[in-house]
């Protein structure tokens, strides 16, 4: 086990096996965000934020066809049950504590969002020497440093005003997410000999 | 790995050194780790001083806290290692946003310390370091943690530091760019937007301070130090010569020995505060200089200073 994809081969690239486990689950998390965010986004935008949300929609979709494009599928017998399980942690949770369930039901969609931009950082497994020029090193890259952008939604959204009064409801939904999602993406990369390392 | 427990968040931290000796407590900058003072536990521990290290919640192998995370549970996380140290004479010290947890920490618990060194550390937040956190904290934003360190960097360091490694930064960044979430180094930006300045507070540090602040330090400048000096009775404000806001890293044999003296004076007795200007020796070992008589330490060209 290692904390790093590996052994890269003498180009530098991931091995495909790794390369398909790590992008199917990527895949399955910002797809089901875009559908959610899809869903929850109206036909005729109302609020100055639902911009956020239609930017929202078109970036994970971007996410899921980058992957499609620059990974080396190969089959993976595991991903059968394993994408079960990964579809059925994506199903929207209302937040419990908030009375109010569309608010809920959004919040449980941004604590799902956050703790995907937030708590999976594919582009940290890749070891030093990885081929910066190989697709889907780049990637991954990629995707991290747009998670980050993305992110700034679902943390202006928690920690804005209407959900001050509920602050603890957010925070015991939010950190259930992260310990939930960082469950599901440890095994995912167990199963192809790496370990995550914590921080 | 040892760790304490502040409510449901883990934080990790290290003891090196004599169990029954005087103890040195260290707390990280923004972007940083325990292992980062791994040359003070070093210097501290050969000069008989117990060294503590952590990681700050939302740092290193700490837990982070994935939204909400506060100055004052930062304090609390340092009250508990402190505890960990028994009852013998206790140093504290910190780097830039550890260094005004240190303060925090003084001005609450005061009588749990023997001596207090902020280093390139601030109680308020001027215009210029308010904007230039801004800045830095949209730079976190928009290009992730290591464009973050890009503009540190340059920063926090000296030409001298910068040139060798200039064609491998990338190694250089590498650790802290793993070891750093986004989310978690915003939550610990963020702690700044309900920040009130620590001024008024000051004077009730009656500690024995060191001051240190590195000479060419444009993030945290001499201004934002001297309202420590000023403010704070005994206390002494020491320039480390050619030092940019992260000289802890840059010159570990200075700092650690001039941390050392620091707690060395004081349990000797010797330390006497008197709000003086020095300027550290270059190397470690060296005479400490009075800052020239009639001379503003203010300025960076050789101004007299008003009358006194």
């Known amino acids: 086990m290692s904390e790093f994809f590996g052994p890269l081969d003498p180009q530098g690239r991931v091995p495909p096996h790794q390369q398909t486990r790590v992008a199917a689950f990527l895949t399955s998390a910002h797809g089901a965000l875009a559908r959610q965010f899809a869903f929850a986004l109206p036909a005729k935008l109302a609020s100055a934020w639902q911009t956020e949300l239609n930017a929202q929609v078109y970036h994970e979709a971007e996410i899921v066809s980058l992957l499609l494009r620059a990974t080396s599928?190969?089959?993976?017998?595991?991903?059968?049950?394993?994408?079960?399980?990964?579809?059925?942690?994506?199903?929207?949770?209302?937040?419990?504590?908030?009375?109010?369930?569309?608010?809920?039901?959004?919040?449980?969609?941004?604590?799902?969002?956050?703790?995907?931009?937030?708590?999976?950082?594919?582009?940290?497994?890749?070891?030093?020497?990885?081929?910066?020029?190989?697709?889907?090193?780049?990637?991954?890259?990629?995707?991290?440093?747009?998670?980050?952008?993305?992110?700034?939604?679902?943390?202006?959204?928690?920690?804005g005003p209407e959900l001050l009064p509920h602050r603890d409801a957010v925070s015991a939904a939010l950190e259930h997410r992260h310990v939930e999602i960082r469950k599901l993406w440890t095994s995912a990369l167990e199963g192809v000999g790496i370990v995550v390392h914590k921080s | 790995m040892p760790f304490l427990s502040h409510g449901s968040y883990r934080i990790r931290y290290e003891l090196d050194g004599p169990a029954n000796a005087p103890a040195y407590v260290l707390v990280n900058g923004l972007t940083q780790y325990a292992e980062l003072w791994a040359a003070y536990r070093e210097a501290l521990?050969?000069?008989?001083?117990?060294?503590?290290?952590?990681?700050?919640?939302?740092?290193?192998?700490?837990?982070?806290?994935?939204?909400?995370?506060?100055?004052?549970d930062q304090v609390a996380a340092l009250h508990l290692l402190v505890d960990e140290l028994g009852d013998g004479p206790i140093f504290l010290a910190g780097i830039s946003f550890g260094g005004l947890i240190a303060l925090r920490y003084a001005i609450e618990h005061g009588e749990r310390l023997a001596g207090l060194a902020p280093m390139s550390c601030f109680a308020e937040l001027p215009p210029q370091l308010f904007l230039l956190g801004n800045a830095l904290r949209t730079a976190l934003i928009l290009g992730g943690t290591s464009y973050l360190q890009d503009l540190l960097l340059p920063m926090n360091v000296s030409d001298q530091w910068l040139g060798p490694v200039l064609d491998k930064l990338d190694s250089v960044k590498r650790q802290g760019w793993l070891v750093n979430d986004v989310y978690a180094l915003q939550n610990l930006m963020e702690s700044f937007l309900d920040f009130r300045p620590l001024t008024s507070q000051l004077s009730s540090i009656t500690l024995p301070t060191m001051i240190l602040n590195g000479e060419f330090d444009f993030l945290t400048p001499r201004a934002v130090h001297e309202t420590l000096r000023a403010e704070i009775p005994n206390s002494a404000l020491v320039i480390i010569q050619r030092a940019y806001h992260a000289f802890t890293l840059e010159k570990p044999a200075l700092t650690a020995d001039l941390l050392a003296r620091f707690a060395e004076d004081v349990l000797a007795g010797r330390w006497q505060g008197n709000k003086a200007v020095w300027i550290a020796p270059e190397e470690a070992g060296g005479?400490?200089?009075?800052?020239?008589?009639?001379?503003?330490h203010l300025r960076a060209i050789p101004v007299q200073g008003p009358a006194t």
């Open chain 1, 73 to 159: 599928w190969v089959p993976d017998l595991a991903l059968g049950y394993l994408s079960m399980s990964w579809e059925t942690a994506w199903f929207p949770q209302p937040a419990e504590g908030i009375p109010d369930q569309p608010l809920a039901r959004a919040v449980g969609l941004a604590t799902l969002a956050h703790a995907v931009h937030a708590g999976i950082r594919p582009a940290a497994l890749l070891p030093r020497e990885a081929n910066a020029d190989d697709p889907f090193v780049m990637a991954l890259r990629r995707i991290e440093l747009e998670s980050g952008r993305l992110l700034q939604a679902q943390i202006l959204f928690l920690k």
């Open chain 2, 287 to 296: 005479e400490l200089i009075a800052f020239p008589a009639g001379y503003d």
């Open chain 2, 45 to 72: 521990v050969a000069r008989q001083f117990r060294v503590a290290t952590f990681d700050l919640l939302g740092q290193g192998e700490s837990d982070k806290p994935a939204l909400f995370i506060s100055q004052d």
